[in-house]
């Protein structure tokens, strides 16, 4: 184990403490003044919506204070004023924020992606190369669903016991100093309710890792008062069972009140020690706190608050306690000197009047470079207009359209673009030189804009995984047929061996080498650090991955059985799905799922819901190997970039028998590009996981009766065949058919439309497109309950033949009356 090394804080003379104590003031106070202005700019309709720190200014300075270089946060929407003592915010890009400015350069966080108090820290350089973590301030990518921090705080913080138990883990010594990092969370009382709050509080708990979770407690969510959300009404009361025992085992829990601010330093600095040397959870129940402008610029918190709850509010709002404290704090030193803040209450005004100043310019500034912009793009094609107009059959029309463009104030890029292409509707009939320059305007300026919108999706680096390229399995002479399942293992074995950062874990992952050994022996040969169990809890397993995997490690987070990832699916879709695209791809968790599906017979083990997953995991790659030899290639292939993806292997795919490959983490199976397994002249099958393989058998059938199908394994749903293979395969034999077992509408759906429309194979079909899938309902229990819900040997070849039998009646005879 690493010896673990902490610095001790450093004593302060008065002169410093009174100028630190000055400056926590006036940062608190632009916090509290970005708030006031910022809903003002939300109800003149500057902005959309506004949802603000105020009231959890001064907890937030105690917080920040014991926040060092090298630690993560992972928090919430109200962080604003922890954010500024940091430095990592300001009042320019609270306002670029407020406005949804959508340049990197002036909304840091995520280029006007999410609204307002979204943090974020940059984790990646321009080439996508990790930044020295270690010596910047971390801030994990905040989103709005309650409680949806939690699980990757858990991971954040896991990373650290991995950075201290296992040597050689950062060669580059950039992302982490031994493991002294800290995970620090922040939650509204009122979301602790949710399921992902105790699950990772257990978790973190078991674990035994770093992590700070502050509770920032006004006694309401939204307008619902805490004695409907809480147990008791607290929820540090009914956390007392987890309070550490003589063991160490548990957490430290403090509970303090948010407006005190000499008790909330010497909490927050106890808490940090704690956590930082021996990595014990630690809870900090933040009381009596206020939110003086109620939950967001959507209401007003008169209409749910007493009278007597309000004036309660006033008096205790931390900032007024703050100055309160300030005002009236008198020290003697040893030579009888009397010492203080301040000599008068008009230093503080002037303080006060100095912060709002400086927040209101920074309003001022950030709307003026957020409108610039558009003022000038509003003026260019104005001009078209007007020469367009001059020339047009239609110029009363047009002119109109000019005037109501022109009487926009501050025009944002809807209006711009709203007036140019109700113009064209106007031109359509017409030719001249100046309609082809506003075309062309109109074109450019959509592919000029659009990309602020909607890049980062996916890497857009070369290092993409799509750009790995294939590198086929190798086979000696003498290559057994073995369980595919050992295919599997000797690959993670050789992956584990090459890659120090690869850890695998999940139920059942580690002592006996996950349900289907397909990582048998492999704890006892790299140690229970890096493959290992965890309780049966999917959400925060995927959260461990996260968080993990945005420290540089690489997570393989196994999730049993397909059925259980709907567990996770917040955390997948609104937290690992979005994150390259709400950071403007300046933070990547290349975490990879394992997990297994299809044909398990039953209603909650039938592992085939790939369409729900499809429209749910969009920015992860969606894997669908159809055995294990692909399985493994995909992995292979993803451990070389760094971008997320869920790889489904087939669940009854583990025993049968594959040859075993010699070059063992090094072939590659390539990510989006389909395979066709059988060539065929007369109908393209398009398939992929185990129905693959009875897509296969069926077409033995289908040649008996003289027709020969060309079958095509999808391999990626996302993405889906970059290279448009299937649409060469169909302009060859004019007819399609998708098979799979999910619900109608669902992945086959899907691959119709991808196929159909985006690559263009209508234009090639002589026959309708048809698709075969499983039954509306979940299977049914048994091996005939199985064969009455999903599609069968039988059923693909009666669906293949009856789309013949429409093209020549003559030859392929009905099967049935």
């Not at 909490?267 to 021996?278: C, H, L, N, P, S």
């Not at 104005?382 to 501050?410: H, V």
């Amino acid at each position: 184990m690493i010896k673990k090394t902490v610095e001790s804080p450093k004593k302060l003379s008065f002169l410093e403490f009174k100028n630190e104590v000055l400056k926590d003031y006036k940062t608190a106070i632009v916090s509290r003044e970005c708030s006031l202005l910022g809903r003002r700019e939300v109800l003149t309709g500057k902005a959309k919506f506004g949802i603000f720190g105020g009231g959890k200014e001064v907890p937030q300075l105690a917080m920040a204070k014991a926040f060092k270089k090298g630690d993560w946060r992972s928090g919430y929407y109200r962080d604003q004023t922890f954010m500024m003592a940091i430095g990592e915010y300001n009042p320019r890009h609270f306002f670029s924020s407020l406005y949804a400015h959508p340049d990197i350069a002036a909304d840091s966080f995520s280029a006007g992606r999410q609204m307002n108090g979204h943090f974020a820290t940059h984790s990646l350089d321009e080439d996508g190369s990790w930044k020295n973590l270690k010596d910047q301030y971390n801030v994990s990518s905040d989103i709005s669903p309650t409680s949806g921090q939690m699980p990757r705080l858990l991971g954040l913080a896991e990373a650290s016991k991995k950075f201290r138990k296992l040597e050689g883990l950062d060669k580059e010594n950039i992302l982490s100093d031994q493991g002294n990092e800290i995970a620090w969370g922040t939650i509204g009382n009122a979301s602790t309710s949710e399921g992902p709050f105790f699950e990772t509080i257990n978790a973190a708990g078991v674990l035994k890792v770093p992590m700070v979770i502050s509770i920032w407690d006004d006694e309401y969510g939204i307008s619902v008062h805490s004695k409907y959300q809480t147990t008791k009404e607290s929820i540090s009361e009914i956390l007392k069972g987890f309070q550490r025992d003589g063991d160490g085992d548990g957490y430290e829990i403090f509970v303090v009140n948010g407006w005190n601010y000499t008790q909330l330093v010497d909490v927050y600095t106890k808490a940090a020690k704690i956590a930082r040397e021996d990595h014990v959870p630690v809870l900090i129940h933040v009381k009596e706190l206020t939110q003086p402008q109620g939950h967001s610029t959507s209401g007003s918190h008169e209409r749910y608050k007493s009278k007597e709850r309000l004036a309660w509010e006033k008096e205790h709002d931390c900032i007024a306690k703050m100055r309160e404290w300030i005002l009236n704090f008198e020290l003697e030193d040893q030579d009888g000197e009397v010492l203080k803040f301040v000599e008068n209450e008009q230093e503080l005004k002037d303080l006060e009047k100095e912060a709002k100043t400086e927040v209101r310019k920074a309003k001022t500034d950030s709307w003026r470079a957020f409108l610039e912009p558009m003022l000038k793009e509003r003026k260019e094609l104005l001009a078209l207009l007007e020469k367009a107009a001059k020339k047009s059959e239609n110029e009363i029309f047009l002119e109109k359209l000019k005037r109501e463009l022109e009487a926009i104030d501050e025009p944002i890029r809807k209006n711009i673009l709203t007036i140019g292409r109700r113009s064209l509707i106007y031109l359509r009939n017409e030719e001249f030189k100046e309609k082809e320059l506003l075309q062309n305007w109109l074109k450019d300026y959509m592919q000029l804009q659009q990309p602020k919108y909607s890049t980062h999706l996916y890497s857009e680096l070369d290092s993409k995984v799509t750009n790995v390229s294939e590198v086929e399995a190798e086979y000696d002479d003498e290559a057994e047929d073995v369980d595919a399942r050992l295919i599997l293992r000797d690959n993670f074995d050789v992956l584990l061996g090459k890659h120090q950062k690869i850890m695998i874990f999940g139920e059942d992952s580690g002592k006996i080498g996950d349900v289907n050994q397909g990582l048998e022996g492999l704890q006892e040969k790299h140690g229970k650090e890096r493959v290992y169990d965890t309780g049966i809890r999917e959400a925060t397993i995927i959260g461990q991955g996260i968080g993990m995997a945005m420290r540089g490690l690489r997570p393989i987070a196994e999730i049993q059985y397909l059925d259980y990832i709907f567990y996770a699916t917040q955390v997948l879709t609104d937290d690992l799905a979005t994150l390259r695209y709400r950071t403007f791809g300046k933070q990547v968790a290349p975490l990879i799922i394992r997990t297994r599906g299809h044909r398990l017979e039953g209603i909650w083990h039938s592992g085939s819901q790939m369409g729900s997953l499809i429209n749910l995991v969009r920015g992860v790659y969606l894997l669908v190997p159809r055995n294990m030899t692909k399985a493994a290639g995909f992995y292979n292939a993803l451990i070389q970039s760094d971008e997320p993806a869920i790889v489904v292997e087939n669940l009854n795919g583990y025993r049968l028998k594959e040859r075993m490959p010699v070059n063992l983490g090094e072939f590659t199976t390539p990510i989006g590009v389909v395979e066709t397994v059988k060539e065929g002249n007369d109908i393209t099958l398009v398939s992929y996981g185990s129905t693959l393989r009875l897509v296969e058998e069926a077409s033995k059938d289908l040649s008996q009766v003289g027709i020969d199908a060309e079958i095509i394994d999808a391999q990626s749903l996302l993405p889906f065949d970059i290279e448009n293979e299937v649409l060469e395969s169909v302009r060859k034999t004019n007819r399609l058919v998708v098979i799979d077992e999910d619900i109608p509408g669902g992945a086959s759906a899907y691959l119709l439309e991808e196929i159909v429309n985006k690559q263009g194979a209508y234009n090639y079909l002589d026959s309708k497109p048809t698709t075969i899938t499983a039954q509306a309902h979940r299977p049914a229990y048994g091996t005939d309950g199985d064969y009455f819900s999903k599609p069968s040997v039988n059923d693909i070849f009666e669906g293949v033949y009856k789309v013949m039998q429409e093209s020549d009646p003559a030859k392929f005879k009905s099967l049935y009356f």
